[in-house]
């Protein structure tokens, strides 16, 4: 796909930069990092806020929130450790303030004085792109600066997708853009809150604001939550979510909102009838659509259909301008958006030299949920769509002796192997940590070792992570050769005279 685009525009004979990167959120951080570092001179442009979506209204945030809530949880069932089980009080403001603290703490890692010290650049300001080598910053503190470059790395991500759903803006919404700031100073959580969205943001904020004491009703117009996972790792969180007092409506779908005197609602469609849900605040959590639009691809003719449109270098039609994180897809997580990073900034430095295919043979996910779900693979349901021949091997936590200890005996570990081998090909996990536990099987993966590999380590006793190595030993007892099996009894026997 890369080519001849640029050949209708002028190149310049020099340029200010090696690169400019556009937005500095977690890929467009790492992208002038590997720059800086590689001695590239290196712009980072960002127009609103260091450290982008991940730090400053999603990962950061949603994390500090759902610890918070998880201490609410465990204060109110006390009685399962031995302890008098008590109603948490709970001033919101407070809560709030302290998700603002755990943001201001991390702030540091991803300043403007801290990659100005690592030797980049670090403009604030909004970003357009003139020509394949012109990048136009408006600056955010008036004026503008033209900068031509080698190379440019977009790294522009996405936004929450509100869906057009009649009476929604009149009555008002937030999303993971608006509601840590516009709930910071309430003093109680909201009474009545309709969570729109049955995905990983949707389940994560459903979870926490009902275990903070607000009556949540979550609204999916899909079978089940969490339909990436495989059915019985949804199932886990579905019934956690209800254990939690969310009101779960799968099957729903929100056709319309409107008021009624002071009571805002929404109503859904559901088996060929209608419902009124009555609410204070909704969170709209369907889905982030990448920012596409206002800084110039149009203008340059490169595709934007769902995402940038990049080849396996994450290179775009023009050889020189790259994408990278949310903006360029296929995946939503900051640890990717890293990842793409790495390719993006070398592609884009060395690319005439040397170029590297972008490797996502390997990428692990979870979701914060209590109980956590983690993956890295296949799914059992992807396995069948695809037919794939596997074979599954599954190890319920209810019987791990830690897990027992620490009252959180529930979930599984589901590993699925190439028939008859070792070689594994997805792993699900879902428990408490189960996002920590994955981690082994990342590894496992990433470096060809099967499940034998696994079984052959020593685990401490009594962690979680021996789950990893029970499922494995279930493996191998399901694997034992019978044919040798019988010889050894022969050759006991033999032994005893
Ligand atoms: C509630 C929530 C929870 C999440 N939890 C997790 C999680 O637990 N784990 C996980 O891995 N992922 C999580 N994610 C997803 C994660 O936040 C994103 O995948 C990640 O932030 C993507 O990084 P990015 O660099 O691609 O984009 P962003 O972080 O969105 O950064 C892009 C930046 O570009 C800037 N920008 C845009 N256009 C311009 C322009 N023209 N000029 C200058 N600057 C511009 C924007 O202001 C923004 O700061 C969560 C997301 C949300 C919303
Ligand atoms: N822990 C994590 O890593 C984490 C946490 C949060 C978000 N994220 C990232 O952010 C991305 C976006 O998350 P998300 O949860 O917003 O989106 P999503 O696309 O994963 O889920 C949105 C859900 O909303 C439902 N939906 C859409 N329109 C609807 C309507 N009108 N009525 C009812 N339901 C409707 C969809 O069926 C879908 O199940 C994720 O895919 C993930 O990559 C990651």
Redesign the pocket.
């Given at each position: 796909m890369p080519g001849a685009a640029d050949a209708q525009w002028t190149k310049p004979k020099r340029f200010d930069r090696n690169l400019v990167v556009?937005?500095?959120?977690?890929?467009?951080l790492v992208s002038a990092y590997i720059a800086a570092a590689a001695k590239a001179k290196v712009t980072l442009?960002?127009?609103?806020?260091m450290?982008?979506?991940?730090l400053n209204?999603?990962?950061v945030?949603?994390?500090a929130l759902i610890k918070s809530a998880k201490v609410a949880h465990q204060m109110r069932h006390a009685d399962r450790y031995g302890l008098e089980a008590v109603e948490p009080k709970v001033p919101f403001s407070a809560v709030m303030e302290r998700v603002h603290k755990v943001i201001a703490e991390i702030e540091p890692h991803d300043s403007v004085e801290r990659y100005t010290g690592l030797g980049v650049e670090v403009l604030q300001?909004?970003?357009?792109l003139v020509d394949p080598w012109t990048v136009e910053i408006a600056l955010s503190g008036g004026g503008t600066q033209r900068l031509t470059t080698r190379a440019i790395v977009i790294?522009?991500?996405?936004?929450?997708f509100v869906p057009p759903i009649p009476g929604l803006a009149d009555v008002g919404y937030l999303t993971?853009d608006t509601l840590w700031e516009r709930l910071r100073d309430r003093p109680e959580v909201p009474r009545r809150l309709v969570v729109l969205g049955g995905g990983?943001?949707g389940c994560?904020?459903a979870q926490s604001f009902a275990r903070l004491g607000s009556q949540v009703a979550q609204i999916e117009m899909a079978p089940r939550v969490m339909m990436r996972e495989d059915p019985d790792a949804a199932g886990f969180v579905e019934a956690s979510l209800k254990a939690d007092g969310v009101q779960v409506l799968t099957g729903h779908k929100a056709v319309a909102c409107g008021t009624d005197g002071d009571d805002k609602w929404i109503e859904v469609e559901h088996d060929g009838g209608r419902d009124r849900i009555v609410f204070d605040e909704i969170i709209v959590a369907v889905g982030?659509a990448p920012?596409l639009k206002?800084?110039g691809l149009e203008e340059l003719g490169i595709k934007v259909d769902r995402v940038v449109e990049t080849n396996e270098y994450l290179q775009t039609l023009y050889p020189n301008i790259l994408a990278?994180?949310?903006?360029a897809g296929p995946y939503?997580?900051?640890?990717?958006?890293g990842h793409q990073a790495w390719f993006a900034a070398i592609n884009a430095l060395f690319g005439d030299l040397k170029r590297f295919k972008a490797d996502y043979s390997v990428i692990p996910?979870?979701t914060?949920t209590d109980p956590e779900v983690a993956r890295v693979g296949l799914s059992e349901t992807e396995a069948k769509e695809n037919n794939i021949p596997y074979e599954v091997t599954r190890f319920g936590i209810d019987d791990l002796d830690r897990a027992i200890a620490d009252s959180s005996a529930h979930g599984f570990v589901k590993v699925l192997t190439v028939p008859g081998k070792d070689k594994i090909l997805g792993v699900t996990i879902v428990g408490e940590h189960a996002g920590d536990l994955l981690a082994e099987f990342v590894f496992a993966m990433k470096h060809g070792h099967g499940l034998g590999k696994i079984l052959g380590t020593i685990h401490i006793y009594p962690t979680l992570a021996e789950a990893n190595k029970m499922v494995a030993g279930q493996w191998r007892r399901a694997h034992i050769n019978g044919f040798l099996l019988s010889l050894l009894e022969r050759f006991q026997t033999w032994r005893r005279g």
């Open positions: 556009i937005g500095a959120g977690s890929a467009g442009v960002e127009a609103n806020k450290g982008g979506d991940c209204f999603g990962c945030p949603s994390k300001g909004y970003a357009k790294a522009t991500g996405a936004q929450p993971s990983p943001i994560e904020l982030r920012r206002g800084f990278a994180g949310d903006v939503q997580f900051t640890h990717v958006a996910w979870a914060f």
